[in-house]
């Protein structure tokens, strides 16, 4: 097992951070692309290893298609290039058998399987019959009308829409309530259109008419997502001046809403030519209440930053949280005890209680979760040394991440 042992520097940091493109984006617009079997070279398509992963397994599947016993595609914990290519091999000819890692074949998967099943899909589970592995068998999928119950992710819809235009009719999907995460729907559509396909869409279904890709060379935007981290660093290393490269408010991320989130923690946004400049307002709320059913991915740095800061929050619309690459609720909870801190469930709610840590010494685990890794990160600011167990977990998104909190000068990052 691998460590890293962070060191409080008491050294605010006034400087810029280069982050990472966004991967969201980036898996989109790679699936598009092998759809249309477009050419197009996308500038700044991001280094993340969900990315990385899904270029190499597309490759292979290219390379594959013609056997006549199934290929395996692996796509470890990675939950949007199961989602998507599982959607992307049920239209591609060939034989396949898509697996991931223990935690992903925990992890369900029956509403979209379902729902590509109705379109005319040859899809088998080999092992639990609401998760991978799948055997699935590509074949010319139908369109029509699908319904889909949409509480534990977005995913599942925007795999669908991304394979719609090339279905023999046009496809519909309806909903019996607004999606989680609806503004990742929203960006998938946007994308789409962007390329030439008619999306319509609303909390209560998505329509896609047939059509083709026309991908152009898009330059893919630096990932909001990424941003979370260093909102909450500012929010804890209060003389801290951060420029954050590339990010815009005409953003189609929905984590856009980090602006807002973090200004009840203290830290305010100013867009500038290239970017936005994050630094300390002193402008705290005695209790913090929001509701995260559309932004999912910034609950751990927010969780982090209240328990750090002795903010008592209330959580709503993060239950789909239990799902995502760890159960995010319960390890955080784990995590954040050791600092004092307990999140407990009050109704559909979870409320976060700070409280005075309770080890001197404070070893993190990350539970093979990354965003959990970078949001415990900034609290060695608070709690002045701390160690974090498998690090490595960050390349899934962010494999930076380490070389630039340890070139902000805010705290010392070593191999423990």
């Given at each position: 097992m691998s460590s890293v042992l962070l060191t409080n520097n008491n050294t605010p940091y006034f400087g810029s951070v280069d982050l990472p493109a966004s991967k969201s984006i980036s898996n989109r617009l790679l699936i598009m692309k092998a759809l249309s079997a477009s050419p197009v070279h996308f500038k700044n398509l991001s280094d993340s290893g969900d990315t990385v992963m899904l270029k190499r397994a597309l490759k292979i599947i290219r390379v594959c298609a013609k056997s006549s016993i199934p290929t395996v595609i692996y796509t470890g914990n990675a939950g949007t290039v199961t989602r998507f290519l599982t959607a992307y091999l049920a239209q591609y000819e060939g034989?396949?058998?898509?697996?991931?890692?223990?935690?992903?074949?925990?992890?369900?998967?029956?509403?979209?399987?379902?729902?590509?099943?109705?379109?005319?899909?040859?899809?088998?589970?080999?092992?639990n019959k609401t998760s991978p592995p799948l055997l699935i068998n590509g074949t010319k999928l139908s369109g029509g009308?699908?319904?889909?119950?949409?509480?534990k992710s977005s995913q599942?819809?925007?795999a669908l829409m991304l394979i719609a235009p090339y279905?023999?009719?046009?496809?519909?999907?309806?909903?019996?309530?607004?999606?989680?995460?609806?503004?990742?729907?929203?960006?998938?559509?946007?994308?789409?259109?962007?390329?030439?396909?008619?999306?319509?869409?609303?909390?209560?279904?998505?329509?896609?008419?047939?059509?083709?890709?026309?991908?152009t060379?898009?330059?893919?935007?630096?990932?909001?997502?990424?941003?979370?981290?260093?909102?909450?660093?500012?929010?804890?290393?209060?003389?801290?001046?951060?420029?954050?490269?590339?990010l815009s408010p005409d953003s189609i991320q929905g984590d856009k809403i980090l602006v807002d989130v973090f200004e009840k923690l203290g830290v305010s946004t100013k867009f500038e030519k290239g970017g936005a400049t994050i630094s300390y307002s002193g402008d705290i709320t005695k209790l913090f209440e929001y509701d995260f059913s559309d932004c999912p991915d910034i609950v751990p740095?927010?969780?982090?930053?209240?328990?750090?800061?002795?903010?008592?929050?209330?959580?709503?619309?993060?239950?789909?949280?239990?799902?995502?690459?760890?159960?995010?609720?319960?390890?955080?909870?784990t995590e954040l005890n050791k600092t004092g801190a307990s999140i407990v469930k009050q109704n559909d709610n979870y409320?976060?209680?700070?409280?005075?840590?309770?080890?001197?010494?404070?070893?993190?685990?990350?539970?093979?979760?990354?965003?959990?890794?970078?949001?415990?990160?900034?609290?060695?600011?608070?709690?002045?040394?701390?160690?974090?167990?498998?690090?490595?977990?960050?390349?899934?998104?962010?494999?930076?991440?380490?070389?630039?909190?340890?070139?902000?000068?805010?705290?010392?990052?070593?191999?423990?």
């Open positions: 034989k396949w058998l898509l697996t991931g890692n223990k935690r992903m074949n925990d992890r369900p998967i029956s509403m979209l399987v379902d729902a590509l099943n109705m379109l005319g899909a040859d899809i088998k589970y080999t092992g009308t699908v319904a889909m119950e949409a509480s599942f819809i925007s279905l023999n009719n046009p496809l519909r999907i309806v909903f019996d309530e607004k999606p989680v995460s609806f503004p990742y729907i929203v960006m998938t559509a946007r994308l789409m259109e962007g390329s030439g396909v008619d999306v319509r869409y609303s909390e209560k279904e998505v329509s896609v008419s047939n059509g083709d890709y026309n991908l060379g898009t330059d893919v935007e630096k990932d909001w997502s990424s941003a979370a981290f260093w909102y909450q660093t500012v929010a804890l290393d209060k003389k801290s001046r951060i420029f954050l490269k590339g740095p927010v969780m982090a930053a209240c328990a750090a800061s002795g903010i008592k929050a209330i959580f709503k619309g993060i239950e789909h949280l239990r799902h995502k690459e760890s159960d995010r609720i319960e390890k955080m909870n409320l976060l209680l700070p409280g005075k840590r309770t080890q001197e010494t404070i070893v993190f685990d990350t539970h093979g979760d990354h965003r959990i890794a970078m949001s415990l990160a900034p609290l060695s600011i608070v709690f002045n040394k701390i160690t974090i167990n498998n690090p490595e977990v960050v390349e899934k998104s962010y494999p930076q991440y380490w070389n630039q909190l340890a070139n902000s000068g805010i705290v010392t990052v070593k191999k423990a």
